[in-house]
């Protein structure tokens, strides 16, 4: 028996689809933050492996919350290591193109130094480095994470310009990747036995401006309503990478991502422009 936590989210909605058979406690069952318990409520359910897809995902928010979003995305991911650990089993546990700087033009592979600039970032490193630990941890770091179930950085751009023009970011560049194309991909890892750090994104790079102008046209809408700014107009609390592209030295990429965007927006009776609340694009 598999267990996923954090099988509400994008990640672990596109891994149920594919493992129906999991286990999936809700947030109330399996509480990240209960770190007193987590260990010991792991091993109790007995599973054959460890998904681990919930985490502290307020980039902004963390500034001021660092100790909260580390003991999510840090502590709590090391209860689960020692919990997969003691019972003998596969961990795989989900990191960020946050972790890395940024700051050159080089594409970032499990073997670049991470250098976190934000307290997002440094709360994942944490995790990863306690994950680590453990010979049977894979540890997936991914980007720009696309869905058609929830909520994401497509469906808050349409949305907001179907009312009007919008400014995005084009000074930062990353790899968009589409969830069910991840769930794909981790999985086949696990079954090849992989462990240690995977890069797993889609290609082509691109920016949030790019990106933005192809959901519209994919969509209908005239792109020309998205206009670029920059990173600094914006002003946002937390520092983001101006250049964290996830490339890997253990496999291929994953497929374009504006195959799996083109199929989605482009699917009869499916509204891009969407009843979702704003998110963080990140």
């Not at 318990?37 to 998904?51: D, K, M």
């Not at 919930?54 to 902004?60: G, R």
């Not at 999985?187 to 082509?204: K, S, Y």
């Not at 920016?207 to 959901?215: D, I, K, V």
């Given at each position: 028996?598999?267990?996923?936590?954090?099988?509400?989210?994008?990640?672990?909605?596109?891994?149920?689809?594919?493992?129906?058979?999991?286990?999936?406690?809700?947030?109330?069952?399996?509480?990240?933050?209960?770190?007193?318990?987590?260990r010991r409520r792991v091993i109790a359910l007995a599973p054959s492996a460890v998904i681990?897809?919930?985490?502290?995902?307020?980039?902004?928010?963390?500034?001021?919350?660092?100790?909260?979003?580390?003991?999510?995305?840090?502590?709590?991911?090391?209860?689960?290591?020692?919990?997969?650990?003691?019972?003998?089993?596969?961990?795989?546990?989900?990191?960020?193109?946050?972790?890395?700087?940024?700051?050159?033009?080089?594409?970032?592979?499990?073997?670049?130094?991470?250098?976190?600039?934000?307290?997002?970032?440094?709360?994942?490193?944490?995790?990863?480095?306690?994950?680590?630990?453990?010979?049977?941890?894979?540890?997936?770091?991914?980007?720009?994470?696309?869905?058609?179930?929830?909520?994401?950085?497509?469906?808050?751009?349409?949305?907001?310009?179907?009312?009007?023009?919008?400014?995005?970011?084009?000074?930062?560049?990353?790899?968009?990747?589409?969830?069910?194309?991840?769930?794909?991909?981790?999985?086949?890892?696990?079954?090849?036995?992989?462990?240690?750090?995977?890069?797993?994104?889609?290609?082509?790079?691109?920016?949030?401006?790019?990106?933005?102008?192809?959901?519209?046209?994919?969509?209908?809408?005239?792109?020309?309503?998205?206009?670029?700014?920059?990173?600094?107009?914006?002003?946002?609390?937390?520092?983001?990478?101006?250049h964290a592209v996830l490339g890997s030295e253990r496999r291929p990429p994953l497929p374009?991502?504006?195959?799996?965007?083109?199929?989605?927006?482009?699917?009869?009776?499916?509204?891009?422009?969407?009843?979702?609340?704003?998110?963080?694009q990140d």
């Amino acid at each position: 028996m598999t267990l996923i936590i954090g099988g509400s989210g994008q990640v672990g909605t596109a891994l149920r689809r594919l493992l129906p058979e999991a286990v999936c406690p809700s947030h109330d069952e399996l509480d990240l933050r209960d770190l007193g318990r987590l260990r010991r409520r792991v091993i109790a359910l007995a599973p054959s492996a460890v998904i681990n897809c919930a985490a502290y995902t307020a980039v902004d928010r963390a500034e001021d919350d660092e100790e909260a979003a580390t003991a999510v995305n840090g502590t709590a991911v090391g209860e689960l290591t020692a919990a997969a650990a003691h019972l003998g089993i596969p961990l795989v546990t989900y990191s960020t193109d946050y972790v890395f700087a940024g700051e050159g033009d080089e594409v970032c592979t499990e073997s670049t130094r991470p250098d976190p600039r934000n307290a997002y970032g440094r709360s994942k490193l944490v995790g990863e480095q306690l994950a680590m630990e453990y010979a049977g941890a894979l540890v997936v770091r991914t980007s720009w994470l696309l869905s058609t179930t929830h909520p994401n950085f497509v469906t808050t751009i349409l949305g907001k310009v179907a009312t009007g023009p919008l400014a995005v970011v084009d000074d930062q560049w990353g790899r968009p990747t589409m969830v069910d194309d991840l769930a794909d991909a981790t999985l086949d890892a696990v079954r090849a036995g992989m462990t240690g750090l995977l890069h797993l994104a889609g290609e082509p790079t691109t920016t949030w401006f790019g990106l933005a102008r192809e959901s519209c046209r994919l969509s209908g809408i005239d792109p020309q309503l998205v206009t670029a700014c920059s990173t600094a107009e914006l002003a946002r609390p937390a520092q983001r990478p101006r250049h964290a592209v996830l490339g890997s030295e253990r496999r291929p990429p994953l497929p374009d991502w504006r195959i799996g965007l083109e199929r989605w927006l482009t699917t009869a009776g499916r509204s891009p422009h969407g009843d979702h609340p704003a998110v963080d694009q990140d």
